[in-house]
C-alpha cells in the first residue's frame, strides 16, 4: 500500500477524473495489452493532477522488453505452459524495448516507479507498506517443463519414423496428418489475430513461420497426393531450415520449447520429397 503525498486540490482533481470515467461511454475504452490497459489507466490518472512528476531511477534496465517483463513474472510463478502459450500468440512487438512509462503497464512495476516519483522536489509516496506477504503457490523450478514434454514427445515420433515396418508407416501417415492439422490450425489462429483483431501485440508473429496456416491444406491433401504438394513440402523444408539456423537472430523471441517441435516438423517435410 502506498501513501501518495498529495493536496487537497491533487485529490479533487483525481476524484473528477474517476466520477468522470463513470459517466456513460467513458467506462468502456479499446484494451490494449502494452500500451493502454488497466494499470496504465490508473498511472494516468494518478499522473494527471501531478505535471511536473519525475521519476528518480529507471523502473527496468535500458533494453528491456515486455517479453522479458512478463517471463519474469510467469518463471517466479511457475507458469511455463502459460508463458509458453503467451510467447506464441504476441508477436514481434513484445520485443520492442520499453521506454520508462511503457514499463508502467505492468502493476509491480508501476508501484516501484512511485516509489521512486518527485514532484516539486517532494516524494510523490510518502511511504508505502505491506499488508500481506503472500507465499508462492507453484514450484518456479519447472520452467523447462514443456521443452522436455514436446521434446519426449517429438522424439518419439522420430523412432517411430525410423521404423520399416508396414505398421509404423502406417501411424507415420496418420500422425503426418494430424501434425499439419495442427501446425496449420494453430497458423490460421495467428494470422486471424494479426489481420482479423484490433491487438496490436498480434501482430508481425513470426511464429508463424513454423505453424504454418497453409499446413492445414496440405494436410487435407495428405492422401491424395496432387503434383503440387512435392513442391509445398520443398518449400515448407526450406522456410523450416532457414526458420532454425536463424532462430536466436529474428526480431522475435521464440519460446524455445518450440524448437524440437520445428526440427521435428523440417524432417518429415523433408520425408515427402
Not at 474517476?18 to 500500451?35: A, I
Not at 532457414?242 to 532462430?247: D, E, G, P, T
Request: a positive charge.
Amino acid at each position: 500500500e502506498q501513501t501518495l503525498n498529495l493536496s487537497c486540490t491533487d485529490k479533487q482533481k483525481i476524484v473528477d477524473a474517476v466520477m468522470l470515467n463513470m459517466q456513460g461511454d467513458n467506462r468502456f475504452y479499446k484494451y490494449d495489452f502494452l500500451l493502454d490497459n488497466c494499470t496504465s489507466r490508473v498511472r494516468d490518472i494518478i499522473l494527471k493532477p501531478l505535471p511536473g512528476t519525475k521519476f528518480t531511477k529507471p523502473v527496468v534496465d535500458s533494453g528491456t522488453t515486455a517479453r522479458e517483463m512478463l517471463h519474469f513474472y510467469l518463471d517466479r510463478g511457475g507458469q511455463p505452459w502459460s508463458k509458453l502459450g503467451i510467447d506464441i500468440l504476441l508477436g514481434s512487438k513484445l520485443d520492442e524495448p520499453v521506454s520508462n512509462m511503457q514499463a508502467m503497464f505492468l502493476p509491480e512495476f508501476y508501484m516501484k516507479a512511485m516509489d521512486d516519483a518527485v514532484n516539486n522536489n517532494l516524494p510523490v509516496c510518502e511511504k508505502s507498506k505491506t499488508i500481506f506477504t503472500a507465499t508462492p503457490s507453484a514450484d518456479p523450478s519447472g520452467k523447462y517443463t514443456p521443452l522436455i514434454f514436446i521434446s519426449c514427445i517429438c522424439l518419439m515420433i522420430y523412432l517411430l519414423s525410423l521404423s520399416k515396418s508396414s505398421a509404423a508407416k502406417r501411424i507415420m501417415g496418420y500422425i503426418d496428418v494430424l501434425l499439419l492439422c495442427i501446425s496449420g490450425l494453430l497458423g490460421i489462429l495467428l494470422l486471424f489475430m494479426w489481420f482479423g483483431t484490433d491487438h496490436t501485440v498480434c501482430k508481425s508473429n513470426y511464429n508463424i513461420a513454423w505453424a504454418l496456416p497453409t499446413n492445414f491444406i496440405a494436410g487435407f491433401f495428405y492422401y491424395k497426393r496432387p503434383k503440387w504438394l512435392k513442391t509445398y513440402f520443398m518449400l515448407a523444408a526450406a522456410l523450416s531450415a532457414i526458420l532454425i539456423a536463424s532462430w536466436f537472430w529474428l526480431p522475435q523471441e521464440i519460446n524455445i520449447a518450440i524448437a524440437p517441435f520445428a526440427v521435428l516438423m523440417m524432417l518429415r517435410y523433408f520425408k515427402q520429397l
